[in-house]
């Protein structure tokens, strides 16, 4: 009952975070709903008992990717005159929301036909670090060799963006 | 249940849709992507929990690497799009137009 309870508190957290991300206009204010979505997200995939993965969210996509997001809304120093002028934009939802609506109802509709259990908390070490660790470097080794060259790749190719600039000025 | 986590996933994952289609501001698209990552994130963890293997952890930890290195590669897009342009509109980036 404890865990129906903080999932809903969870879910809501998460639909909220969502909805301020697509409706707020200033980006930063985007940002912070996503963050809340991201804590809230954490908080489920501890529910689902995968312990390594919630640490995870917490430092990688809540701390890292959106602390370099903030970043960089900050270095731009966007003002509200800045941002493109959005005429126009409930119509584009409303367009959206009719263009979505099928087909979020089809999926739901797979998803309510799957066999399911109820989510309670796995023992014996589910989703724990040596567990997680053991799959990964046995049946994922070679996946996770192709992940190191894309991280190689994309650090690559940030610093030519990066340094494209200089180059030109000379 | 399971399936609440499943319907979550396809609830976050149509509002990523929305921002990416809906919006013009470059950030707010970025961010949309991240948020249907999140939302594929919840689908791999709450299927890995419905038959007990460990397998969508790893995707989920692969699926964080790409996610950190598209944020990498995409911000450094947006600093020398904005350098050049000086505006953060998605129309305004339309420089492969034929």
Known sequence: MFAEGLFSAFSVLAVLGALGLILFRHPMQGAMSLVVTMISLAGLYTLLSAKLIFVLQLIVYAG????????????????PEDLPEETGRFYYFIGGIVILIPIASFLIKI????????ATIVGNGFG??????????QDWLLPFEIVSILLLVSLVGSVVLAGSKRRLSK | ??????????ILFCLGILGVITRRNVFTVFMSIELMLNAA??????????????DGHVLVMMVMAVAA???ALALAVVILLHKHKGKLDTNVFSLLRG
């Not at chain 1, 890292?64 to 966007?78: C, Y």
Request: cysteine-free.
């Open chain 1, 64 to 79: 890292a990717i959106m602390s370099l997001i903030l970043f960089i809304i900050m270095f731009l120093n966007i003002q």
């Open chain 1, 111 to 118: 998803m309510k036909s799957l066999p399911g259990t109820e």
């Open chain 1, 128 to 137: 724990g670090v040596k567990e997680v660790g053991l799959v990964l470097f």
């Open chain 2, 1 to 10: 249940m399971i399936q609440d986590y499943l319907i979550l996933s396809v």
């Open chain 2, 41 to 54: 994130n919840l689908a791999f963890l709450a299927f890995s929990r419905l038959h007990e293997s460990m």
């Open chain 2, 69 to 71: 290195a598209e944020a």
